[in-house]
């Protein structure tokens, strides 16, 4: 097969003149290749032993190439039998060429069927667009991003991924911007993607990078969008930049680089939520996933910098989710994990029409406020939880991350009533002080979030609870200090994030507060706090001996990975066992040995007061093994 490509001619209005769908004179070939003359507009490029191309030569013809290669590619076939080519001398001289007047009548008429193939391939079916290489820092978020990127590019026709940025042609790095030190790091890697860029040949010819072109460097994510068009304003580090919300226009943004622009879309949108995209899996035999629910954040903490690089919520349609659950599914997934800024105000109002009073409609957890108005109400996050547990009883369900102030009775029920939503919730407090909560505009004070914790705790007893706490706030002292001790005390937290406080740019804090808490104190309280939460969560680790723990398993522990395997209970607590075989439950077919993505009974011997370990007894089923438990419940109770 031979591509001949016509060369555009340049016109005032540069539009593409499109080559004849035949022509007269079809180019014979020569009994060697290596003798094949052709005129000086045109060059060969040989992509297989049965594929040649003819390209023009110089580079601003190769550009009218490319250009022509999006609008029209036309096939002409020849002999696959090189040894029946005719000399030379019965190649088409430049005179015998097909003008423009040869072009305008014969576009319409119809190739012979002999002369052209059933599905002609274009030059993307023949040899990818470019390899990907993709690293991503931050939240859960950032990673479920990056499936949606991966599946747009495999869309328009980036299909290899690989591991190494020296073998790739395109490097995405998808970046968090909620604290500086996450910045930096992202920095480190963008100066050595510089070098890969700047110094290719170099390093192509030590044998360092095995990409065919320079890479092109494109910034994803929330960095992104608070940066804009900084980033590519920094030593020609970056190619394109790219919002959260506007992924779908990456392989537009890439083309625009091959003709030496920079490409940036930091546009924020009221409604993207990209629920037709079928993320494509990064891991892809991992019996967990991530899904998104929801985007965006309308909180408006003083601290935060989401609302500003994540723009307002919105929520995906529930059967949109429903639709993508069911397709994990499908693909061996045990354990899905749904997503969002504020997930827990999930509110789908795809069948919301008329405008709902919100003081009315939205509820809100007692004693707690919002400073964004709900306008129109529709299913909410207790909803989804209740359809997806009961359309999917064998699949167990997690949440992240939730905001205080959206934990409705009915959303606590539900998770009391579903086996299979997962008896954990990451309660983020920030801070003890109510005096600090109040400048964080947090919308509760200590107080509320106390009663809070006891009426989860009353309503789920066995419920696990993680959250997150910032050091060195503007204007905390060392009395707010103490009260953030004293709270990880009274509350008792199974797992939790704590940081040292970062401002940062457009925040409220930073256009009204003064960052005075000086870097040493910050460290130092984060020292103290760190010791507090090590010395409160091991009870609840200590208090699992003796009990028997449902364990999805995830694979070897890395501590012994040929006698152990690991994997979380319920809570979340991680749990390990000697693989040995045991009773299998599920098929009736006497002893095997556990696999990823079983469920296992285990009887908790030891706490480590960060981990569990015990004796497996059995491989079971999610709903099996709870309605058994409920069995034992009932009669137990009976007997009292």
Partial sequence: MIRIQKKKLRTQNRSPIYPPTHLKHKPKMASSLSTMKFPKRYSFRFLS????ELQPTSRRRRRNCIALRRSSTFSINISRNFSQCHSRNSLPNKDQIPSLRDFIPKATQTVPASDVQPEPMTISDVMPRGRIY??????????????????????????ESVDVPESAEIIFINTCAIRDNAEHKVWQRLNYFWFLKRHWKSNVAIGRSQSAHPPKVVVLGCMAERLKDKILDSDKMVDVVCGPDAYRDLPRLLEEVDYGQKGINTLLSLEETYADINPVRISKNSISAFVSVMRGCNNMCSFCIVPFTRGRERSRPVESIVKEVAELWKEGVKEVTLLGQNVNSYNDTSGVENTVEPAVSWELSDGFSSMCKVKHVGLRFADLLD????????????????????????????????????????????SGSSAVLERMRRGYTREAYLDLVKKIRDIIPD???????????????????KDTLTLVKAVGYDMAYMFAYSMREKTHAH????????????????????????????????????????????????????????????????VSFANLPILDKVDNNGKRNPKIGDYVEVHVTKSTRASLFGEALAITKLSSFYNTLHEETVAFASRT
């Fill in 49 to 52: 032993s049965k594929l040649v």
């Fill in 134 to 159: 993709h690293e991503t820092y931050g939240c859960q978020m950032n990673i479920n991003d990056m499936e949606i990127v991966l599946s747009i590019m495999k869309n328009a026709g980036y299909t």
């Fill in 387 to 430: 359809r997806l547990a009961i359309e999917f009883p064998e699949m167990r369900f997690r949440y992240t991350s939730p905001h205080p102030k959206d934990f409705p009775d009915d959303l606590l029920y539900v998770m009391r009533d579903r086996y299979n939503i997962c008896k954990s919730i990451h309660l983020p407090a920030q």
């Fill in 463 to 481: 419920m696990g609870i993680s959250s997150d706490f910032i050091c060195g706030f503007c204007g905390e002292t060392e009395e707010d200090h």
């Fill in 511 to 574: 256009r009204n507060y003064v960052d005075d808490v000086p870097e040493d104190v910050k460290q130092r309280r984060l020292t103290e706090l760190i010791e507090t939460f090590r010395g409160s969560t091991g009870q609840f680790y200590d208090a699992k001996i003796g009990t028997v723990q449902l364990v999805l398993v995830e694979g070897p522990n890395k501590r012994a990975p040929d006698t152990e395997l690991i994997g979380k209970s319920d809570r979340g607590h991680r």
